[in-house]
C-alpha cells in the first residue's frame, strides 16, 4: 500500500534540477511547513517541519520554472524516508515526498499559468526532451494566444 499525501508550506531552498544520462530529469527541493497556533490570544510560530520534496520529468522542468525560495506550494505525493549511512557510519534518514502534482497555494496569493513549449511531438501532456540540454537548461514559454488578454479572460482593445 503506497502511503500518499498531500502537504502545504514554502519553498525552502532553491530547486535543484539535474539531467540524469541526457535523458531523465530530475528536481528536488525542501520545503518548510511551520503552523501558526494561537495561545492567550496571541499567534505563535510552532517548530518547522521540514520535508524533501522530488519530482521528474515535466513536473521537475515546472518546478525548476516556476519556483523560488519563500512560494507558498501545496504538493501532492508519495511519502518515503530516505536512509543513508555516513562515512563515519552515522545512519541517517530524510522524510521525502515523490511529487505527483505541485502547484502555487493561491490561498496565499495569485499564479499564471503557462504551458510550456515542448521538443517532441508529443503534444499535451508529453515529455520534455530533456535529452536537449539547451531545452533543459531553459524555461520557455509557448506562444498559446495573445500577450493582451486581461485576468478575467477578455481581450484588451
Same mark, same amino acid.
Given at each position: 500500500m503506497? =502511503?500518499?499525501?498531500?502537504?502545504?508550506?514554502r519553498v525552502g531552498s532553491d530547486v535543484d534540477y539535474k539531467v540524469i544520462n541526457n535523458t531523465f530529469a530530475v528536481a528536488s527541493f525542501r520545503m518548510a511547513c511551520t503552523p501558526r497556533t494561537q495561545r492567550n490570544g496571541e499567534w505563535t510560530d510552532e517548530p518547522t517541519t521540514w520535508v524533501?520534496?522530488?519530482c521528474a520529468r515535466?513536473? =521537475?522542468?515546472?518546478a525548476k520554472c516556476s519556483l523560488i525560495k519563500g512560494d507558498p506550494i501545496a504538493v501532492i505525493g508519495r511519502l518515503r524516508t530516505h536512509t543513508w549511512t555516513d562515512s563515519e557510519g552515522g545512519l541517517h534518514e530524510q522524510l521525502r515526498i515523490e511529487a505527483i502534482t505541485l502547484g502555487h497555494d493561491l490561498t496565499q496569493g495569485t499564479s499564471a499559468f503557462r504551458r510550456l513549449r515542448r521538443s517532441n511531438e508529443n503534444g499535451p501532456g508529453g515529455e520534455v526532451d530533456a535529452g536537449n540540454e539547451a531545452v533543459a537548461a531553459e524555461c520557455h514559454a509557448a506562444d498559446d494566444g495573445p500577450d493582451d488578454v486581461t485576468r478575467d479572460g477578455d481581450a484588451d482593445e
Open positions: 503506497d =502511503a500518499h499525501v498531500w502537504m502545504t508550506g524533501s520534496v522530488r515535466s513536473l =521537475a522542468e515546472g
